[in-house]
């Protein structure tokens, strides 16, 4: 079955990963023994707006989100083979070096 959706997988995963989803998804889920969060399917409509691809804007947007979600799927693809701790850090970049910040 073909998708009606024009936006690539991608966007949507860098939206499902951004903090502000994660905080919007937190405020209306469930919290769950372990501080582990319960989605329910009465929230399909997240807040997530369709792109308009006539608009460059919106284009560019959309583009440039998929740029991101690539390289950080290309990047995470190479961690593992850093040997080096120093290489292990550039490859983090600078918000990364010492670890999540939760």
């Known amino acids: 079955m073909k998708s009606t959706v024009a936006e ?3 966007y949507v995963l860098g939206l499902l990963n ?3 989803l994660d905080f919007f998804l937190k405020r209306v889920s469930t919290t769950m023994r ?16 369709s792109i308009n691809f006539a608009e460059p804007a919106d284009k560019a947007s959309h583009d440039r989100m998929v740029h991101l979600v690539e390289h950080m799927l290309s990047v995470h693809k190479q961690l593992p083979a850093a040997k080096a701790p120093h ?9 990364r070096r010492d ?4």
Do not use: E, N
């Open 34 to 49: 372990g501080g582990f969060f319960r989605y329910f399917t009465r929230y399909r409509t997240t807040p997530i707006r």
């Open 18 to 20: 951004s903090a502000l």
């Open 99 to 102: 670890g999540p910040a939760d």
């Open 8 to 10: 690539s997988p991608k």
């Open 87 to 95: 290489d292990k850090t550039v490859l983090q970049g600078p918000d």
